[in-house]
C-alpha cells in the first residue's frame, strides 16, 4: 500500500491529485473516488485527525468527501479570495493548485502572489493607522471632521492587485519610525481625504491602484512639514499669488485701453484735419498728435516696466520655492509655465502697441510734411514712385 499524508495541507493535495471523478459537491467541498490501491481505512483516519478538512466518507464506493480551503488549498486565486479572512492577514499555509504554488519561506513567490503579499501587508498597515475600525475590522475610517471621514472597505480581488515598489518605505518612513508619529499620521489621514475628496465611502481594491500617489503626496506633505510648511499652505499660496499676478497682467493693457481707443481717432483727426490751405492749423495738429504720442509712449514703457517687476516677481518666487526639498519644489515647477507665458504675451502686446503708436507719428508727421513743404513732397512721391524701378534696373545690372 502506498503511503497517505498525515499533515492535514499535504492530505487535501494529495487527495485533489489521487481522487477519480473529482468534483465540487457544494460550497468548499469536493468528492471523489479513492482508487483501490490506495489503504481507504488510512485516508480516513487521517482525515478524522485532520480536523475540519475530513467529510462524510462512504466505504462501500470509496468515496470522499473533504473540504480543502478549511486548510488553505484552493484552486484559483478568485477562489483564494473569495474568503475574507485572506484579505487582511496571509495565512500560515496555503497553496494555489493552479498557480503551482504552495507558499515556503525559503523560495520567492511568483509575481500573483508577491502582489498578494504586499496587497495584505498593506492591508493591516492602514488598519494599524486607521481613526476607527468597524463591522469586525472590515471598514476602516479616516476621521479628519463630522463632515471630512472616508471609510474604506477592506475588500479587493485578484484584478485589484499589483506591484506596490513604494510599500516598504512607507511602512518604514510612516509606520514604524518614532519620528513625528502623530503629524505622520495626521498626514496620512489629509492624503487620503484628499484624493478621495468626492468619496465618502471606497473599497481597498480602489485604493491599491492610487497607492504610489497616495504615498509621493504623503512624502511631499511631510517634507513641508520639517520645513515648517505644509504642502496645501503653500499650494493656496502659490495659486493664490499667481491669481493675482495673472489679474495684474491683464491690467497692463486694460488700464490704457481708453488711450487705446483714441489711436484711430487721432489718425482720422489728422487726416481730416491737416490741410495745406491752414499752415496754423495743421501745425497744431500735428503737436497736439506728438504730444499724444509722446504720453502714450510714456504710459507704455511705464506699463512694460509694471510687467517687468511682475516678471522679477515670479522669478523670486520659484528660487524661493526651488529652496524647498526637491520632493515639494517639483511638485509646483509647472504652476509657473502659464504665468510666464502670459508675461511674454503681454509684452509683445506693449511693444507692438508701442510701436503702432510710432507708426501713426509718422504718418502724421509725412503729412504735416507734404502740406509745410509741397515742392520737397512732390520730389519725394516722385522719388517712392520711381523706387521699384531704380531698385530694377540696378539689378539688371
Not at 498557480?99 to 500573483?112: A, E, F, I, Q
Not at 495584505?120 to 471621514?149: C, M, P, R, W
Not at 506596490?164 to 514604524?176: N, W
Not at 503729412?367 to 514712385?385: C, G, H, I, Q, R
Request: glycine share 4%; hydrophobic share 40%.
Amino acid at each position: 500500500m502506498h503511503q497517505v499524508p498525515e499533515a492535514p495541507h499535504e492530505l487535501a493535495l494529495w487527495l485533489l491529485d489521487k481522487l477519480e471523478g473529482l468534483e465540487n459537491v457544494g460550497g468548499s467541498a469536493r468528492a471523489g473516488t479513492l482508487p483501490i490501491k490506495y489503504d481507504f481505512q488510512a485516508v480516513v483516519s487521517n482525515l478524522e485527525h485532520a480536523g475540519s478538512l475530513g467529510g462524510v466518507c462512504n466505504d462501500l464506493n470509496r468515496n470522499i468527501e473533504f473540504y480543502p480551503t478549511s486548510v488553505g488549498v484552493y484552486e484559483t486565486l478568485a477562489e483564494f479570495f473569495s474568503h475574507s479572512g485572506n484579505l487582511r492577514s496571509v495565512p500560515n499555509k496555503f497553496s494555489i493548485r493552479d498557480l503551482g504554488y504552495t507558499s515556503d519561506p525559503n523560495s520567492p513567490p511568483p509575481d500573483k502572489i508577491q502582489h498578494y503579499l504586499s496587497a495584505a501587508k498593506l492591508s493591516s498597515l492602514i488598519s494599524e493607522v486607521s481613526d476607527h475600525a468597524a463591522n469586525t475590522g472590515n471598514s476602516q475610517y479616516f476621521i479628519k471632521s463630522h463632515d471630512a471621514k472616508l471609510e474604506i472597505l477592506m475588500e479587493y480581488s485578484a484584478e485589484d492587485i499589483r506591484n506596490l515598489p513604494s510599500l516598504a518605505a512607507f511602512e518604514d518612513d510612516f509606520i514604524r519610525s518614532a519620528h513625528h508619529q502623530d503629524q505622520k499620521r495626521n498626514i496620512i489621514r489629509s492624503t487620503l481625504l484628499d484624493l478621495f475628496k468626492n468619496k465618502r465611502r471606497i473599497t481597498f481594491g480602489e485604493f491599491l491602484p492610487y497607492f504610489e500617489e497616495f504615498v509621493q503626496n504623503a512624502r511631499s506633505s511631510y517634507a513641508m512639514y520639517t520645513a515648517d510648511f505644509s504642502y496645501e499652505k503653500i499650494r493656496t499660496e502659490v495659486e493664490k499669488q499667481n491669481l493675482e499676478d495673472t489679474v495684474r497682467l491683464n491690467k497692463t493693457v486694460s488700464e490704457i485701453q481708453n488711450q487705446l481707443l483714441a489711436l484711430p481717432a487721432a489718425l482720422i483727426l489728422a487726416g481730416a484735419g491737416i490741410d495745406e490751405k491752414s499752415i496754423m492749423k495743421s501745425v497744431a495738429i500735428w503737436v497736439g498728435i506728438t504730444i499724444f504720442s509722446w504720453i502714450m509712449w510714456k504710459l507704455i514703457n511705464n506699463q512694460n516696466h509694471s510687467v517687468n517687476a511682475i516678471n522679477k516677481e515670479i522669478s523670486i518666487r520659484k528660487e524661493r520655492l526651488g529652496a524647498q526639498p526637491e520632493a515639494v519644489a517639483s511638485r509646483f515647477s509647472e504652476t509657473f509655465t502659464d504665468l510666464e507665458c502670459r508675461v511674454i504675451e503681454q509684452t509683445a502686446v506693449l511693444n507692438g502697441i508701442r510701436w503702432v503708436v510710432g507708426v501713426i507719428w509718422l504718418v502724421v508727421s509725412f503729412m504735416l510734411f507734404t502740406v509745410v513743404f509741397p515742392e520737397y513732397s512732390e520730389n519725394l512721391k516722385d522719388f517712392m514712385a520711381a523706387l521699384p524701378n531704380n531698385l530694377i534696373n540696378m539689378g539688371e545690372k
